[in-house]
RNA sequence: GGGCCCAUAGCUCAGUGGUAGAGUGCCUCCUUUGCAAGGAGGAUGCCCUGGGUUCGAAUCCCAGUGGGUCCA
């Protein structure tokens, strides 16, 4: 590490008289201009020094903070930027949540491949980070919600031998610049300049690395300037502190972070972030949870925030000790303390979280068990739990709202419904959990033992109970519970059995490196459906060729949109090979051909023109039933996935309630009427960045594209971004039939849809189904429901009725046993019959025979197979299932049950008869046992 | 995307291969009559669907449908 103390060395620091030092509690090394500073200044080396002691010239709130910062870097040459949402998972697959401002540059920006929206720029960026959870509302300090504003610039190497290789070219500023700026801003603030300490902390994250420096100012850390540089090379003559090794790499990038909050707070000196944050919310909360405090207490909590800074479960050893130690030197007792400041600590992570879920449903979260949807339901549950225990009593919609109308965001009735929904949702659990923690408890209790570790997994695990709501509800049964330490490794435990591993097999081709890309006809008129192209090469592969031409209107399976087939045939028409799939690698595309066209040829090629129109027809429609469902269920609908095929086509959207019938039938008609307006549906190629501004994120409903344009679809008012074929009008779809709409994950709904031909054949079948239903009932189809109820109601009827009359069947045979053969076993009378029928009817009618005080042995061919009833009166002393289990044994089969009552069989009827002759003797060797 | 759990009376659930149950609600009657309540009797089930194993499946196995939950 040492190797990087050269790139601290700036000129800045040497031209300012800044000097080197390193701190003498945590070793790390830092810059400042105050000669005399011994410590780095951060907690824990140092307190917060600016609490009731602002170290600005005036206090700003949230907004005007984030203004002066962004007027700021404006002023000087710096390009201001719409936030991106927190859902970055929207723009990039590897991560969920926006977690800093450099998060919406990355992959893609930061790689050189796409050039960034301005250079340099500056923004501030919501971000979410779930990992200090734990922390929020007892440091003072940290939010999961915040702000990080921003300047960046992004530089390539200006000794390149081919600088246009990437996106920006040359070197807008670089460190000392970067530093400078920063130290501006903080004077442009007021602030006392020989205070500032910067730390050096290299960076590493996400295969990339440089140089860094913690900016400290009164004890807190109030920006990061990161100088990515560097990219992870097994050769890379930097080792940095995850382990590996780093080299230069040919763009380096300004990545900074100011944290909004932070400088908010700095600039009020209230005793917690969040008193300077979001002062309105918080005094809202104290007072409906009642918390009112004596001059002494609000004292006592005044001095304890300065200390606040160590209650870091990152830095202390635990949250116990920490604050033993925070009230040693306080000179009051832990539990005066905790008492204190607990319910304080909980309304400050109330406020925060309610901010974290109005920015997660603002940007279109939908609470689900998958992906950001479920870490959105993990925050609202902890809310919930927050404010129940600390006895808000408004409802935790309107908290959010609270947070959502300060954010300005559009769908707050949709974030209530929401939030609504969700709430009762976990009330639902929370009673079916309390239901079932309570049997258990009762069970354990009556056998005096704890309720076992394996149980409190089960609870946690399956049915979402936390083991102290375990624990709570126990205590009232007064069964114990030992939640281990480990209990969530335990849990992670039975889930890692066996970790799937699959190796991607790469397909290694690098045959087709050499060739050029493909010209793609199919953008250029999408109706066409033949075209002449040369061979360029031809590849064999296990079964079949892959054929490499110049241009083609061939579509390569991609964006959901299966590949095209059809016909390439020489131009004499010496030969015609099918081509069965169509793929793309780097941009060359691969016809997979039965047979081998000639290298160097000149071939016509044919789609398969019905199969293509289908598509299109349903790739557009794919379109079309997006935006009416949108439409019709809300804002936030959006793609979770997407299937085109001939027949049919699927699409998954989020949403967080079931899609009901009465949904689909709106969106049904909605799409149909966009198909019946008949407008044009245009492709264009815009700038990524001008698309982005004039559209938002929501082009990128199936992925994003890289490059410097995209391609648009405009269908009616919907745009996205896409690379599929599609039809000219929307008229041309011919009709939508939503076939199906089912729910595949919690959150997310599956709408499956037929377009033009397909939707029309689907209804005949469904007409079909109908017809020959009431064909049965012999009535019109629109009687059907209503006959089909009728008649399965009286259908219950008479399997009601038939019991009865069995029963009475059963008495009547009993009553008038005089046809059945009688024999004595043992001073009890026992009746041997064989009886036909099902043994429902032989059980009856033995019960009845046992009510009169007489042994009922039945025996039975009905239904292929020999079946025993043995029914015993209470006094008789003969065992039922000795009985049955020896007449059973005689015909091939077993049987048992209880003592008087039992039943059996087997396979063989024609024994069945004889099996009955040697009853008698089997109950009375069975009486004599 | 993966793991686990669940589906039985209107509701909440018990039943782990042998006659489908409890509590609650419902109906009738009685007691008391201001309410609340108490007593007696009664009705209520395609045991989610389809297949398999078995003499026999609510129960075991497979698949589907619907719901819940944990993890990344």
Not at 187 to 212: F, K
Not at 872 to 901: I, M, Q, R, T, W
């Amino acid at each position: 590490m040492s190797e990087l103390e050269d790139e601290y060395r700036l000129d800045y620091f040497e031209e300012n008289g800044f000097v080197r030092k390193s701190c003498t509690d945590c070793g790390a090394n830092f810059w400042t201009r105050d000669h005399d500073r011994e410590t780095c200044g951060e907690p824990p080396c140092e307190d917060y020094a600016f609490i009731d002691d602002p170290g600005f010239d005036e206090p700003y709130s949230l907004e005007e903070m984030r203004e002066a910062f962004l007027s700021f870097f404006e002023d000087n040459d710096h390009e201001r930027i719409e936030p991106y949402p927190v859902a970055a998972n929207r723009w990039r697959d590897d991560v969920l949540l926006t977690q800093a401002s450099i998060y919406d540059f990355q992959p893609l920006v930061t790689s050189g491949q796409t050039p960034p929206p301005a250079n340099p720029l500056t923004i501030s960026q919501p971000c979410i980070r779930m990992q200090d959870i734990d922390n929020v509302g007892k440091t003072g300090r940290h939010t999961m919600a915040f702000e990080m504003m921003a300047h960046h610039a992004f530089n390539a190497r200006e000794d390149l031998e081919d600088p246009d290789q990437y996106a920006y070219q040359g070197e807008v500023y670089w460190k000392d610049e970067c530093v400078e700026y920063c130290d501006e801003f903080f004077a442009s603030m007021g602030a006392n300049l020989d205070e500032i300490v910067y730390i050096e902390d290299p960076w590493v994250g996400g295969g990339n690395a440089g140089p860094a420096i913690e900016v400290i100012y009164k004890g807190a850390e109030l920006a990061t300037l990161v100088f990515m540089s560097m990219e992870q090379d097994p050769d890379g003559e930097y080792e940095m502190k995850d382990g590996n090794t780093y080299s230069p790499m040919d763009t380096y990038i300004v990545d900074t972070g100011y944290g909004l909050e932070r400088w908010t707070w700095m600039s009020q000196g209230t005793p917690t972030v969040y008193e300077a944050v979001y002062p309105d919310m918080i005094a809202f909360l104290k007072e409906n949870a009642g918390i009112e405090l004596s001059e002494d207490e609000a004292e006592l909590v005044h001095r304890a925030a300065k200390l606040a800074g160590h209650m870091d479960i990152d830095e202390a050893e635990d949250m116990e000790t920490a604050r033993d130690n925070i009230a040693r030197k306080l000179d009051v007792s832990v539990s005066e303390l905790e008492a204190l400041m607990e319910p304080l600590e909980d309304i400050y992570a109330i406020a925060d979280h309610c901010r974290t879920l109005a920015y997660m449903f603002g940007d279109g979260i939908v609470p689900s068990n998958v992906s950001t949807g479920y870490l959105a339901r993990m925050v609202l549950r902890r809310t919930k739990r927050l404010v129940d225990g600390v006895g808000v009593d408004a409802p935790l919609d309107e908290l959010v709202d609270m947070q959502a109308k300060r954010l300005e965001y559009e769908n707050r009735d949709t974030i209530r419904d929401i939030v609504r929904t969700e709430v009762e949702k976990y009330r639902e659990t929370l009673e079916r959990g309390g239901r079932k923690v309570e049997q258990l408890a009762e069970e354990y209790a009556r056998k005096s033992e704890p309720i076992p570790t394996s149980e409190l997994i089960e609870l946690y695990d399956s049915h979402g109970i936390q083991p102290d709501m375990v624990e709570e509800i126990a205590a009232e049964s007064g069964a114990d519970v030992n939640v281990p330490d480990d209990f969530y490794s335990l849990v992670a435990q039975r889930h890692d059995s066996e970790e799937a591993f699959e190796e991607a097999g790469s397909d290694g081709d690098d045959r087709i490196d050499d060739l050029p890309k493909t010209e793609r006809l199919y953008y250029d008129d999408q109706q066409r459906t033949e075209f002449e192209a040369v061979v360029l090469d031809v590849f064999e592969r296990e079964s079949g060729f892959d054929v490499v031409l110049d241009q083609t209107m061939f579509y390569p399976e991609g964006g959901g949109q299966p590949a095209d087939t059809g016909t390439l045939s020489d131009d004499d028409g010496s030969y015609t090979v099918e081509v069965e799939d169509v793929q793309i690698r780097d941009g060359v595309i691969l016809h997979r051909t039965d047979e081998r066209p000639e290298k160097g040829d000149i071939v016509r090629g044919q789609l398969d023109t019905r199969r293509r129109r289908q598509l299109m027809r349903n790739h557009t429609a794919t379109h079309v039933v997006i935006h009416a469902a949108r439409q019709v269920l809300g804002d936030h609908i959006r793609q979770a996935g997407a299937q085109k095929g001939v027949e049919s086509s699927r699409i998954d959207v989020h949403h967080y309630e079931r899609i009901d019938r009465e949904d689909v039938k709106r969106i049904e008609h909605v799409a149909n009427e966009i198909v019946m307006e008949n407008t044009p549906v245009t492709q264009e190629w815009p700038d990524r960045h001008d698309a982005e501004a004039e559209h938002g994120f929501d082009l990128y409903q199936g992925g994003i594209p890289p490059g410097e344009n995209i391609r648009l679809i405009h269908v009616a008012d919907d745009v996205q971004a896409c690379g599929g074929t599609h039809v000219a009008r929307t008229g041309d779809i011919g009709t939508i039939k939503i076939r199906n709409a089912e729910r595949v994950q919690d959150g997310v709904g599956r709408l499956t849809f037929a377009a033009g031909e397909a939707a029309i054949s689907y209804t005949q079948e469904a007409e079909d189904a109908l017809y020959a239903a009431a064909d049965v009932l012999d009535v019109n189809p629109g009687e059907v429901p209503e006959t089909a109820e009728r008649f399965f109601e009286e259908w219950k009827a008479r399997g009601k009725e038939i019991e009865d009359l069995k029963e009475e069947l059963a008495e009547v045979r009993a009553s008038g046993a005089g046809d059945a053969e009688e024999v004595d076993v043992g001073g009890t009378p026992a009746v041997v019959q064989r009886l036909d029928a099902d043994t429902d009817e032989l059980r009856a009618t033995a019960n009845a025979l046992v009510e009169e005080g007489k042994i009922a042995v039945f025996g039975s061919g009905a239904g292929g197979s020999a079946q025993f009833v043995v029914a015993v009166p209470e006094d008789a002393g003969v065992n039922a299932g000795e009985v049955v289990g020896e007449l059973a044994s005689k015909v091939g089969g077993g049987g048992g049950g209880p003592p008087d009552f039992a039943q059996g069989g087997g396979p063989d009827v024609d024994a069945l008869d004889d099996a009955l002759d040697d009853a008698a003797d089997v109950l009375r060797a069975v009486k004599n046992a």
